[in-house]
């Protein structure tokens, strides 16, 4: 802490010097900023961040203050419009890049925010949507940071302070040469931390590094131990000092058949960057029961439909975060925003557990949220997110996250119904069973009230997160078309694809 105070004062002292010599605007809405970013630090005032854990002042993870003391961002839809409100809230002049999973070190501190969503012209990240403070569902490998470019007006720097361990390549390894694998320092067969050898070479273990449920599936499948139950980082069944690594980066897309298949650091290089998670190694526990959803995308083609509803009416929804940001603007600047409308793209969505496992949510049920606006627990942060996209990729407009109960809606001809919302009954979605939510829930829509009309994509993807293991997640996510016309919307095309 002390050091990080003493850089601060000499930073700002340079950048005044500086600036004296380049004036600019930029560079003067940047040297405001960056002091009073630091003043906000210094004085350890409600929402100040910082960066910890990088290797300049301008990376790091991202540290928020809030009831006095500094707790962690959690990587949950971090992305470059968080990672662009941080830079420019600490002063820097632009985002270079944003980073997940811990990439500057474990999480040091609880985690205060979580899902964190942006529109963009907020001036501190406190202004964005999150879960609320402290409420999270993240691990410690699990931190958000940046990479920013530094003012345009800082003093120099040594030049290889500010040079960036490059974004390594990734490759998959299977056309120059053999990946062997073996799962190691489990109490069954069936875990452990996963070993990999190359031709000719030693066993290894896999830096953790990004390692989740998409990789730790292929291993298990790859194995002939059915599906991953869990993927850990962890140095539980043997860390980085019993079997060091071999291979970083490794990314599944879910679909491969062998670990070689996935994306991995270019071990021709012989590269291998842990990043933060250092004693830790890749490890999975595999099972050869687990659960299946798909998304039933018939549902929402033939249920999607405009509805325009005054604000009156969705007091609830306000408080549940199931409108975009521009209605709470409304409701604090006009007296009358009550009779003012907000137009929504509602649509039944469905999710039907193909699997030989039930679905149970992530959360312990002594963790469960009573929401008093619908009467119900959410066992589930985000079990579902519903976004638009223009035909260029951009993202345009976002359902909320939807925290949904889980329960049976409807079961095959002889299943019967498991589980049930009501009476803080068990969660969950039986094999054979569908969670239905009809499109005249509350919330169940995409608040498009600031859209154009025009063609656009929406994605429908649950379990999005990949925080409740299934044994395959390419079906979890529909992708469809939208046509959004003046009086009608049209949803038609659609497809299933990974979150
Ligand atoms: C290395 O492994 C030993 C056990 O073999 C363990 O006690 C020790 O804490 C580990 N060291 C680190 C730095 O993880
Ligand atoms: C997996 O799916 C992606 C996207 O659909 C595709 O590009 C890729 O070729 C597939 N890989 C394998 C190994 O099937
Ligand atoms: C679920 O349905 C499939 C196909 O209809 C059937 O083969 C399977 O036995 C059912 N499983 C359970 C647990 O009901
Ligand atoms: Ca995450
Ligand atoms: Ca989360
Ligand atoms: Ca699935």
């Not at 944003?98 to 907020?122: I, K």
């Not at 994306?263 to 299946?292: E, M, W, Y």
């Not at 509602?346 to 002594?366: E, I, M, V």
Request: net charge negative; with cysteine.
């Amino acid at each position: 802490m002390l050091t990080q105070l003493v850089c601060a004062t000499v930073l700002c002292c340079h950048l005044v010097a500086a600036a004296v010599r380049y004036p600019s605007a930029n560079a003067r809405q940047e040297r405001q900023s960056l002091v009073q970013s630091y003043s906000k630090v210094l004085n350890k005032e409600e929402g100040a961040i910082r960066l910890v854990g990088g290797r300049t002042d301008y990376e790091g993870n991202i540290e928020v203050l809030h009831n006095n003391k500094w707790g962690a961002v959690c990587d949950d839809e971090w992305d470059e419009a968080e990672g662009h409100i941080v830079c420019l809230q600490l002063g820097f002049s632009g985002l270079r890049r944003v980073t997940h999973s811990g990439y500057f070190g474990p999480a040091r501190r609880r985690y205060w925010m979580d899902n964190l969503f942006c529109q963009g012209h907020e001036q501190e990240v406190t202004q964005c949507h999150f879960e609320g403070w402290g409420i999270n569902d993240c691990e410690p490998s699990e931190a958000a940071g940046v990479m920013c470019y530094p003012p345009l007006d800082a003093p120099q720097l040594p030049i290889a302070a500010l040079q960036d361990e490059p974004e390594l390549p990734k490759y998959p390894i299977h056309s120059r040469t053999r990946l062997y694998v073996r799962l190691r320092g489990g109490r069954f067969r069936s875990e452990g931390r996963v070993e990999v050898r190359l031709s000719g070479g030693r066993w290894g273990s896999i830096c953790a590094d990004g390692w989740s449920l998409l990789e730790a599936n292929v291993v298990c499948g790859q194995l002939g131990l059915g599906y991953a139950r869990e993927a850990f980082q962890t140095d539980f069944f043997g860390g980085a000092n019993v079997s060091q690594p071999i291979l970083s980066g490794s990314e599944c897309y879910g679909n491969e058949t062998e670990l070689a298949d996935c994306l991995h650091h270019d071990h021709v290089l012989g590269v291998i960057s842990c990043h933060g998670l250092r004693q830790h190694v890749a490890a999975v526990v595999c099972d050869f029961k687990s659960p299946d959803l798909i998304v039933d995308y018939d549902e929402i083609e033939r249920t999607a439909h405009l509805e325009d509803r005054p604000m009156l009416f969705m007091q609830c929804a306000m408080e549940e975060n199931c409108v975009s940001n521009e209605a709470y603007d409304i409701q604090r600047d006009d007296p009358h925003w009550r009779y003012q409308t907000r137009r929504l793209l509602k649509f039944t969505a469905a999710a039907l557990n193909a699997g030989n496992a039930d679905f149970r949510p992530f959360k312990q049920k002594s963790q469960w949220e009573w929401h008093l606006c619908h009467m119900h627990y959410h066992s589930m942060e985000v079990f579902a997110t519903f976004d638009i996209f223009d035909l260029q990729g951009r993202k345009v407009a976002q359902g909320h996250k939807a925290s949904f109960c889980l329960e049976d809606s409807h079961c095959l001809p002889g299943v019967p119904k498991k589980y049930n919302c009501a009476n803080f009954g068990d969660q969950g979605i039986s094999v054979n069973c569908s969670d239905v939510y009809l499109f005249n829930l509350d919330c169940q829509w995409v608040d498009i009230t600031e859209m154009r009309t025009g063609s656009y994509i929406l994605k429908i993807a649950i379990n999005p997160e990949f925080k409740v293991a299934e044994m395959r997640f390419d079906n979890n996510a529909a992708i469809c078309d939208l046509l959004y016309a003046e009086t009608y919307a049209r949803v038609d095309n659609c497809r299933l694809t990974r979150p």
